[in-house]
């Protein structure tokens, strides 16, 4: 492969870039993806594009969003409809990212863009809750930064895990950077009030540890698992969210024809959506149509009412998927899916494989109580990790 120019260079640095941003603006992110559009249209990386048929999730993304915008066809709301397809059309960064001309200091780069910009929030999160920094702060929403608290919750996991394999390969940073970031990302989860990150560490940092580790290692490892949990456990923010999502089902049990609880409005989108689901099988009620559709459905008393809240999704990926798309979009949201982890599954011995498969794995769980399809930074995001080379091979499993 001849040497890149400066040019090719700095667009796989600036297809990075939003990664950065994520935790810290959605504007600069939404910026730095409009650079990086700009960069790859002059500099001709499109000429590459066959490489992108490489990849085995190619066909699945394309018609997933071709079949989203088909729905705009037979949506009642246009305006919703396209930021449902706005969010599709971010797909294209895939296939931008595919046709790129990867190398492993190209890599290096970019997962230190991410760690970059987790850290970033991470200490103006402790600045900013501890009154150092005068912000805006919310004092029920502490360690959060300037990230929504359920997205920086799944991001503090993310990196948890990520970090959790280059403590062990040395690849990417020494353990002496690794590790003091592995601590202050792990408190900031423990005490922020993210119930969706700290359910998703839980499930997932347990299977990675039996995944990379081995002997001393791995109980050593279990050890600090255990200690973030005991945290939590004594963390006065996660009690008082246990206790209110408590209550939150004793109210939507006792009282289940109206809602106006967090967990309440939760689970009535869900039903909405499998309402849907079940009345529109084939075409869906149409790209974003969800809120019509709920509203019509409250009226007519078949799902329970959430007065003053307008809900535009299930609050669970593949319900919002199949109520607005009917079976096609579902099967071929699944099939994307199954492809993309497929392949991220095959090279988790590789940095990249191992980033994209951990992501993936909070995908698909975190997708089943919130719509992280439809999210700026969850949509932007799976589509950038699935541009990462994911087939190639640079370094060996950490032992």
């Known amino acids: ?6 040019l090719e260079r700095s667009l796989i640095w600036l297809y990075g870039l939003p990664v950065f941003f994520f935790p810290l603006s959605t504007a600069g992110a939404g910026i730095a993806a409009g650079l990086f559009l700009l960069f790859y249209l002059f500099s001709g990386g499109w000429r590459h594009w066959r490489r992108v048929r490489e990849r085995p999730w190619w066909l699945p993304l394309l018609l997933m969003m071709l079949w989203t915008f088909a729905g705009l066809l037979w949506t009642s709301d246009l305006h919703d409809g396209f930021k449902v397809a706005t969010t599709a059309a ?3 960064y895939a296939f931008m990212g595919a046709s790129l001309a990867w190398e492993e200091r190209d890599l290096r780069i970019f997962l230190r863009l991410f760690l970059a910009g987790m850290t970033v929030n991470a200490l103006l999160a402790i600045l900013i809750t501890e009154h150092i920094l005068h912000w805006h702060y919310d004092p029920s929403m502490p360690f959060v930064g300037l990230s929504d608290h359920i997205w920086w919750s799944m991001a503090l996991t993310h990196a948890i895990l990520w970090l959790l394999w280059d403590i062990k390969a040395v690849w990417n940073l020494p353990r002496i950077v690794n590790l003091p970031l592995l601590l202050i ?9 993210g119930r969706s990150g700290q359910l998703l560490f839980i499930l997932l940092t347990p299977v990675a540890v039996f995944l990379l580790y081995r002997g001393a290692w791995r109980y050593w490892a279990m050890g600090g698992i255990a200690a973030v949990l005991a945290l939590m456990t004594l963390s006065p923010f996660i009690q008082a969210r246990l206790e209110l999502g408590y209550q939150n089902l004793q109210q939507f049990a006792a009282h289940p024809a109206s809602t ?3 967990w309440g409005i939760r689970l009535a989108t869900m039903w909405a959506g499998a309402e849907m689901f079940w009345q529109h099988p084939l075409f869906g009620v149409g790209t974003g149509d969800f809120a019509p559709a709920m509203e019509a459905l409250q009226r007519a008393r078949e799902v329970t009412a959430t007065p003053g809240t307008r809900n535009d999704s299930a609050a669970n990926s593949y319900l919002s998927e199949a109520a607005v798309l009917g079976l096609p979009g579902l099967l071929l949201l699944l099939w994307f899916l199954l492809r993309l982890s497929g392949e991220a599954w095959r090279g988790r011995s590789n940095p990249q494989g191992w980033f994209v498969l951990t992501y993936l794995g909070i995908f698909w769980i975190g997708g089943l109580y919130n719509t992280l399809i439809w999210g700026y930074a969850d949509a932007l995001g799976i589509a950038i990790f ?8 640079w370094s060996a499993a950490p032992r």
């Open 1 to 6: 492969m001849p040497p890149k120019t400066t």
């Open 90 to 92: 971010y797909g294209i």
């Open 185 to 193: 990302f792990a408190g900031e989860l423990a005490l922020s009030p």
């Open 260 to 262: 106006d609880t967090s």
């Open 386 to 393: 699935a541009g990462l080379p994911l087939h190639r091979s």
